[in-house]
Structures are given as C-alpha cells and as structure tokens.
C-alpha cells in the first residue's frame, strides 16, 4: 500500500489510460481538470515554482501537505502499538487496519512487515522465522477453528 487513495487512483487511472504516452503538461491539465473547482481554487493559492507548477509529482506533494499536514510520527507510532484485535474482528480487517496505520508511522520497509507481525498474535513469537504472512495464515487458521467450535 503506498500513498493516499487519490494518488492510488490517480495511478490506477493513468495505466489504464495509458497517461505515460502523454507529456507532462497533458497530465497536468488533466489532474487539474479531474480534481474539481474547490480543489483547483487550492492549488492556486500554493507557493510553487512555475517549474514545479508544471511537475504532477510536485502537485500531489502539495496537495498531501495541504491535507494531510504534518504527520506527528509519535502519536501515529501510538496509535499503531495500541491498536489491538477487537472481538469478533477478523484477523482480514485486523491486519488491514495495522497496514493502514503503520503508512503513517515512518517505518522503513524492512521493519514494516516484522512490527505488524509482532501486533497480530504474541503467542504466535514462539514459531521460529515466523513470517507476515505465515502469521496470518495461523491466524486465520485459528479464526475458523474458533468460529466453528462456536457452532458446535
């Protein structure tokens, strides 16, 4: 998962349209044009170079300052580490929350994968070379387990 939804749509729009055939300054207008009046009425009032004014890249950077403002990498790790499994939650939505908060804690990527292993189960720390993904599996595996017990 990288970036914010818009940039992951923004991307996702420009391979299906094929936007790398076009020049900069196509994608430009087109980002511009797509993003509505509000929007367009922001981006005029930041402080940007003309050249950087002509850079998509540099526009977005804009536009996630504006938005996003300064992350508080502090609070964000916070927030990651305190953020248990809720009963009932699956261990899908789970995993999917710990991916979204972790985007925002500064984490380089070697790290990433391990310290939202380490969130998902603490028994699970016995299992030599235990993977992300071999986490989940057991999780999920433990999911079904206890869903069918209940039914029983």
Known sequence: MEGTVYQQQWK???????????P??????LFLYSIGTEAVKTYNSFDM???NRR????????FDKYAIGETNETYERYMFNS???KEGESID????ELLALAQTC?????????LIRDRIEKRLFRQPKLTLQKCIEIAKSE??????LKLQ
């Open 106 to 114: 500064g984490f380089c990527t070697c790290l990433n994968d391990s």
């Open 24 to 29: 900069e300054e196509y994608c430009v207008a």
């Open 83 to 85: 953020r248990n499994q």
């Open 55 to 62: 850079k998509l890249s540099e526009i977005m950077i804009e």
């Open 143 to 148: 999911d079904v387990s206890s869903t069918q």
């Open 49 to 51: 170079t003309e050249e």
């Open 12 to 22: 996702n729009y420009a391979i299906v349209s094929q936007l790398d055939k076009q």
């Open 93 to 96: 939505k789970y995993v999917t």
